[in-house]
């Protein structure tokens, strides 16, 4: 039992100290060409740009909203065993989530075409997702069991986890319509590595009074996990090929899917802008190496009954393996090996922003032939060394659309600099600063920005953390 609740605490707080994903304070940071892949609808005023492989774009977040790894972990003289019953089984609900994103982009860049209102965009990327909300009631039977628990329903549905690793490649247009209008759109192939779901369980177990015992044990019961990709690895690692393995299911030898992003930026007035996108509306169709495991049934059990008189020429039988046959009667456990769809967690983001202050630059523009990118040749919009505004997130999650908002306030110094602060408020924290930092030196250009910086002097007493950098090559046309 000691065993079992150690796994349990650590499968539990392994996420905190992962790295997850609102990007905040990249989203409308549009110097940064990565501020592309959260806006396919940007406005981009560059000829071209190229991303440093495997170093233009790593971001992470990691998250938990209701204990961090201070809570439990802290030299405080408390044992574990208590700190654990007192701030993580008596406190945390089922909409307490502990969730993590690692994304690495391995290949970016971008290019306008002959007509200078289209600029295209392509690369591909790796991204880890994974979600997994409290399972309160499995919590309690692990730590303190059903024994004294009578009437006391336990809710099997507490079960909810969700997670994939997957390589996606993308292409994309960004249209400049007119002046106040710019659209854009991308289209994603998802490569699936592997991916495992459990969000669709019911049931309860129970102890009420007994007919034949002190104690009758009921249990209803509809459980399924869905994996694809976890035997092939689990095969390749026993023959040294794993790498080999991983490549192979990220080149599209693994599970496929399609998606799109969409997204826009429009001027209500010259310096008030409004922008929007939707990003992963899509699918991937696991069929490479699905498994499916479902426990599926009612039954109700008084433990083993011995009629001695009846019983008493085979009192050398099993009772015991009697009973566990009879249950798996009732509430078979079976596996399967259909295929199955999963859908990406869909992101929504939007913004309002208003610019003042003193134009920065030529116009706005970098000091070149900056015609790229403007309406029939002409001159792009004036940038403004401040700007200021709100930004609303949303992301699908199996419980239901998580939220957050976000006021920001960017400065940028001349050509070479430009800071962006934000303030978020969401489930995790309501004292989530950000920053973020974009420096052109030429043209090269290195970014980096990171979330809930006061909970910086304590990383492990922080339900929240979220990190991205990156390193670019960026082209304006020539002089």
């Not at 304070?25 to 959260?38: G, W």
């Not at 010259?270 to 939707?278: M, Q, V």
């Amino acid at each position: 039992m000691r065993l079992t609740r150690c796994l349990f605490v650590i499968s539990m707080l392994f996420t905190l100290g992962a790295i997850a994903q609102n990007k905040s304070v990249l989203y409308d940071f549009n110097e940064i060409p990565q501020s592309l892949s959260v806006n396919p609808g940007v406005e981009t005023d560059f000829k071209w740009f190229a991303g440093v492989p495997l170093l233009s774009g790593i971001s992470g977040y990691g998250g938990s909203n209701g204990i961090s790894v201070h809570d439990i972990f802290a030299d405080d003289g408390v044992d574990i065993n208590v700190k654990f019953r007192e701030r993580a089984l008596n406190t945390l609900t089922p909409k307490d989530e502990f969730s993590s994103t690692i994304q690495l982009e391995y290949l970016t860049g971008g290019f306008r075409g002959e007509n200078p209102n289209l600029f295209y965009s392509f690369g591909g990327y790796l991204e880890f997702d994974n979600i997994t909300y409290w399972p309160q009631d499995y919590a309690s039977l692990i730590f303190d069991g059903n024994a004294d628990q009578l009437g006391r329903r336990f809710d099997l549905g507490d079960l909810k986890t969700r997670g994939s690793l997957v390589n996606v490649l993308h292409f994309g247009v960004n249209k400049k319509v007119d002046r106040n209008l710019t659209i854009g759109g991308r289209a994603k192939i998802y490569s699936g590595i592997v991916d495992y779901s459990s969000t669709s369980n019911n049931g309860h177990l129970s102890n009420t009074e007994g007919q034949n015992n002190l104690i009758a044990t009921n249990l209803n019961t509809d459980l399924l996990l869905r994996t694809s990709g976890l035997q092939d690895l689990d095969n390749a690692s026993d023959s040294d090929t794993l790498t080999n393995e991983i490549i192979s299911r990220a080149l599209f030898g693994g599970d496929l899917g399609l998606g799109i992003d969409v997204g826009f930026t429009y001027h209500l007035t010259e310096r008030i802008t409004i922008t929007g996108s939707l990003l992963d509306v899509g699918f991937i169709y696991h069929s490479s190496d699905p498994k499916s495991y479902s426990l599926k049934g009612n039954t109700t059990v008084e433990g083993i009954q011995i009629n001695v008189m009846e019983n008493f020429a085979s009192l050398d039988r099993d009772f015991w393996q009697d009973l566990v046959d009879d249950i798996e009667a009732e509430v078979p456990f079976e596996t399967d090996t259909k295929s199955y769809v999963s859908f990406r967690p869909t992101k929504l983001y939007a913004s309002i922003r208003n610019d003042f202050g003193e134009p920065v630059g030529k116009g706005g523009q970098q000091s070149c032939d900056c015609t790229a990118g403007s309406s029939d040749g002409g001159e792009l919009r004036t940038k403004y060394r401040n700007s200021v505004g709100g930004q609303l997130y949303v992301i699908n999650r199996p419980r239901g659309p998580q939220m957050a908002l976000t006021g920001f306030y960017t400065r940028r110094i001349g050509n070479i600099l430009a800071l962006k602060g934000t303030y978020t408020v969401d489930k995790f924290s309501y004292t989530n600063v950000g920053l973020g930092m974009n420096l052109q030196a030429g043209p090269v250009n290195f970014y980096i920005m990171a979330d809930n910086l006061l909970s910086y002097n304590n990383i492990a007493d922080t339900n929240y953390a979220s990190f991205q950098f990156g390193l670019n090559i960026i082209s304006w046309g020539r002089n």
